[in-house]
């Protein structure tokens, strides 16, 4: 089984084209350079808006230069890009399009499905890279839970 590292973030990010965005590319960039040193080969992503789609554009962009790198995606419920904007809905198919591995969690949106997504990315991991500014959040509880699995947490 490939060591596995999973991502998690907000949705609302600083704005293309900033400095605090770029802060965030070279520090996302760092942080899945050191996982991939510490043996992880696999990447799980949520799928959501905002950093997820940044993190899985990423690995993307690195599948093509390592080849034993492995995307995966765990969708939470079938049509969870229903409400995103339009360029996201765009960024949300070419992941799934581009991924080695999707696994959808539910067949419709329920109470909890989120947290469910997150608590099985986390037991899926080894390695939890983490774009968390602010708690009470989805991202912080996320975080808190692979420190509690005792997962190595790399907060970017």
């Known amino acids: 089984m490939l060591r596995s590292c999973c991502f998690t973030g907000h949705r609302d990010l600083p704005p293309a084209g900033s400095d605090e965005r770029a802060s965030l590319l070279l520090k996302l960039e760092a ?11 696999r990447f799980i992503v949520g799928g959501a808006k905002g950093f997820d789609l940044l993190a899985a554009e990423w690995i ?3 599948k093509k230069v390592d080849p034993s790198i492995v995307l995966s995606v765990y969708v939470p419920h079938r049509g969870q890009e229903d409400h995103y904007p339009a360029a996201d809905r765009r960024r949300y198919r070419a992941l799934l399009d581009g991924a080695d591995e999707v696994l959808v969690l539910s067949d419709g949106y329920h109470s909890g499905c989120m947290r469910e997504r997150n608590a099985r990315m986390v037991a899926d991991a080894a390695v939890c890279i983490a774009y968390v500014r602010r708690s009470p959040s989805g991202s912080a509880q996320t975080m808190h839970m692979a420190e509690a699995k005792g997962l ?4 970017i």
Do not use: F, Y
Request: glycine residues 6%.
């Open 31 to 41: 942080a899945v350079s050191d996982a991939v040193k510490d043996g992880c080969r």
């Open 60 to 62: 993307l962009t690195l």
């Open 152 to 155: 190595t947490v790399l907060r």
